[in-house]
Nanobody, 123 residues
Framework: VQLQASGGGLVQAGGSLRLSCAAS????????MAWFRQAQGKEREFVAR????????NGTASAKGRFTISRDNAKKTVYLQMDSLKPEDTARYYC?????????????????WGQGTLVTVSS
């Protein structure tokens, strides 16, 4: 599975961005797709995940209400709609795929990673 993330950029606080992650190669309905982010000098952290097959989602407390993860199975693309962005959301955002049937927020459990897209939120 190859993942290609896009959609990052510079936005003012309170603004919105939509990130996309296009998958190529073979995927299965039980795969989990997730977005992680890593701010400079900090560890990579989980943002949200979605199951390819049934669209079941889960996200962090900080993401709920502001970030929405979705997928388009026909396009094999996962999205992260980010609204009401804050300066603390500034980070490089990565999409990842897990082949495990057990959902997880642990980065090392995700086998495939995209190259990341930079999101910068100015105050």
């Amino acid at each position: 599975v190859q993942l290609q993330a896009s959609g990052g950029g510079l936005v003012q606080a309170g603004g919105s961005l939509r990130l996309s992650c296009a998958a190529s190669g073979r995927t299965f309905s039980h795969y989990y797709m997730a977005w992680f982010r890593q701010a400079q000098g900090k560890e990579r952290e989980f943002v949200a995940r979605i199951r390819w097959g049934d669209g079941t989602t889960n996200g962090t407390a900080s993401a709920k209400g502001r970030f929405t993860i979705s997928r388009d199975n026909a396009k094999k693309t996962v999205y992260l709609q980010m609204d009401s962005l804050k300066p603390e959301d500034t980070a490089r955002y990565y999409c990842a795929a897990s082949t495990s049937r057990v959902p997880t927020t642990i980065p090392t459990r995700y086998l495939y990673w995209g190259q990341g897209t930079l999101v910068t939120v100015s105050s």
